[in-house]
């Protein structure tokens, strides 16, 4: 119970699931040389980042979901990102994806990470926060794109994704009721300082010495501390990649068989430090009010929440949610493209791609908003937009001097007034796709165009903005983002 007698709980949820869905039987077709058996794993599908996708692209298209349309984000106060595939190891992470959504530069934000526990734990903390402040709007965004080896059972069984919860007190969603957590170094897996890859222990042990013995006592506490006896949990959440865990962890705690959630293994693969949240944002889009829902997460120990879905429910939804991106799917049969675009192998690039990246980090700095926002300016005399925004209006026959504020084109419809596409220029989707949009309300960007395929897009196509990877100085280790224009789909 917060100081003010307020619930606290979910506020707004949102999600994201990339376009791309590899087939597992094209997975295992491409290797049934070398590892027959893995045939037994080519059912269903899981979602494939993009090559300009990565952890921080995936938590902001997440967290866009989930706080819709709106560009003014003045009444987030923090900032939680979960995730253990961060691009950078020390700068805050949290900071980019805060400057791509224009959050206010006086938020509150940190890294979540080193777990696959790590979303609950955010989310935990958030709600904490959140008790302790009337008023505190506390975005959590969870995401993750891990690389597993090539003939691995790993990438079988995980996939690329998002997903983001705006936690506070007020017009709750679902209010957290009960909380509990442990922290134990079991470890069933690790992924060493500058590895590429995690490195996994035997499957028995982790099911019956991790999940069997460390989960039940905090699924336990955390019942005990909401007040809710096990019979009356309507979802439990679970995500394993173990068949059959979640299943026998409820049939322990004494939670019906039909209230374990679908962990989306068919469809998108295990996303991570996401998961559970991903898997949260699916059972609201259909959760009932009075609804009770356990959420857990494994990782060196249990993070654990119990929630009750409110009256206020049927008011919101996000902009496409998890439903919404599963229905935004494109198959993909090429096990050489998820290879690559991993960069799980060498392939020759070309001279075009022969080029230093170093990135100026005070130009950076002082463009912080234009290059990770995408804010350009308007005119208050004349009310003409530009991108970038200068000292000078372009203003036809009206060049004021000085005279521009803020504007914000990301959250803005667009369509493209012109186009190219060719093979000539570097591109690792070729081929490469750009040209000028043509923004709803006045402005015009030339950018690059990504998510397509030829033919697909023609003057006139409507496109929606979406921050991706740039490029990368390999040369430094830097990640370069931008945004690109997306069709609407």
């Known amino acids: ?36 058996g893995l045939m037994g794993r080519g059912k269903g599908e899981r979602s494939l980042g993009n090559w300009d996708e990565d952890a921080l692209t995936m938590a902001v298209e997440a967290a866009r979901d989930a706080l819709g349309p709106d560009d003014d984000r003045s009444h987030v106060t923090g900032l939680l990102l979960a995730t253990t595939t961060a691009p950078f190891a020390d700068r805050l992470n949290a900071g980019i994806v805060a400057a791509a959504l224009t959050l206010e530069p006086t938020i509150r934000a940190a890294d979540i990470t080193s777990c696959q526990k790590a979303g609950l734990t955010a989310l935990a903390q958030a709600v904490e926060l959140a008790r302790g402040a009337a008023g505190a709007k506390i975005l959590v965004a969870a995401a993750d794109r891990r690389i597993a080896k090539a003939a691995s059972t790993q990438e079988f069984d995980w996939g690329d994704g998002g997903a983001a919860l705006l936690v506070g007190q007020g017009d709750t969603v679902a209010d957290v009721i009960g909380m509990a957590s442990s922290t134990v170094d079991f470890v069933d897996h690790f992924r060493g300082a500058g590895e590429e890859h995690d490195y996994h222990w035997e499957e028995r042990w982790i099911r019956d010495e991790g999940f069997a013995k460390l989960v039940p006592p905090v699924l336990g506490r955390a019942l005990a501390d909401a007040g809710v006896a096990a019979g009356a949990v309507s979802h439990f959440i679970l995500p394993s990649t173990f068949k059959g865990v979640a299943e026998g962890l409820a049939r322990k705690a004494g939670i019906a068989a039909e209230a374990v959630a679908d962990n989306l293994a068919a469809s998108v693969g295990e996303t991570g430090t996401a998961h559970a949240l991903l898997m949260l944002a699916k059972v609201l889009e259909t959760a009932q009010p009075g609804a009770v829902i356990v959420l857990a997460q494994f990782g060196q120990g249990c993070e654990a929440l119990v929630l009750r879905v409110t009256d206020r429910i049927a008011g919101f939804r996000p902009v496409k949610g998890v439903s919404g991106w599963l229905a935004n799917r494109k ?35 002082r463009n912080n908003d234009q290059i990770l926002g995408l804010v ?35 959250e803005r419809p667009a369509r493209i007034l012109s186009y190219s596409a ?37 003057a006139g196509t409507a496109m929606r903005m979406a921050f991706r990877i740039k490029d990368w100085d390999t040369r430094r280790g830097f990640t370069r983002y931008f945004w690109k224009a997306v069709p609407v789909r």
Request: glycine share 8%; with cysteine.
């Open 376 to 410: 350009g300016g308007r005119c208050t005399k004349t009310g003409t937009v530009q991108f970038p925004r200068s000292r000078l209006s372009v203003a036809p026959n009206s060049p004021e001097a000085d005279t521009q504020e803020p504007y914000r084109f990301a």
């Open 331 to 365: 198959d993909e049969t090429s096990y050489m493209k998820y290879l690559v675009f991993n960069r799980l192998v060498e392939w020759d690039r070309g001279m075009r791609a022969e080029k230093d990246n170093k990135t100026a980090l005070t130009t950076l700095y």
């Open 422 to 458: 060719d093979y000539l220029t570097y591109s690792m989707n070729p081929p490469n796709h750009y040209g000028m949009m043509d923004f709803d309300g006045g402005g015009r960007i030339f950018m690059d165009i990504a998510d397509v395929e030829p033919g697909e897009v023609d």
């Open 1 to 36: 119970m917060t100081a003010t007698g307020a619930a606290t709980g979910i506020l707004a949820y949102g999600a994201y699931v990339p376009r791309l869905r590899l087939q597992r039987r094209a997975m295992a077709e491409a290797n049934r040389w070398l590892s027959p």
